[in-house]
């Protein structure tokens, strides 16, 4: 069996996986339920296959940051050693030329 890496989640990913589903809630509390999971989900399969997501050509350093579409987010991540950062929950209805990534 594969050996995992450690998950850590910067700040602004925590805040935005909180957003959405603290939104989600005041409308649907099992919508809010199923985004919330299938993001928790999605970030421990990428603790196993870390390169499973492609390159994020879009942000720079291009090569420095993966992302894996769930749902209707991007979920923006790199790989440091045995550490799987999750830098943003990002909703991809949003505009791309907002979206910032973290250093932590």
Not at 34 to 57: H, K, M, N, Q
Request: proline share 4%.
């Amino acid at each position: 069996m594969k050996r995992k890496k450690r998950l850590r989640w910067h700040s602004q990913a925590v805040r935005d996986l909180e957003l959405g589903h603290d939104f989600l809630h005041q409308h649907n509390t099992e919508a809010a339920r199923r985004f919330a999971s299938s993001i928790l989900d999605a970030t421990e399969r990428l603790r196993t296959y870390p390169e499973l997501g492609p390159v994020a050509r879009d942000l720079r350093p291009e090569g420095r940051y993966r992302h894996w579409v769930c749902g209707r987010h991007r979920l923006i991540y790199r790989i440091d050693g045995e550490i799987v950062w999750i830098l943003r929950v990002w909703d991809t209805r949003r505009d791309p030329a907002d979206l910032a990534v973290g250093q932590e």
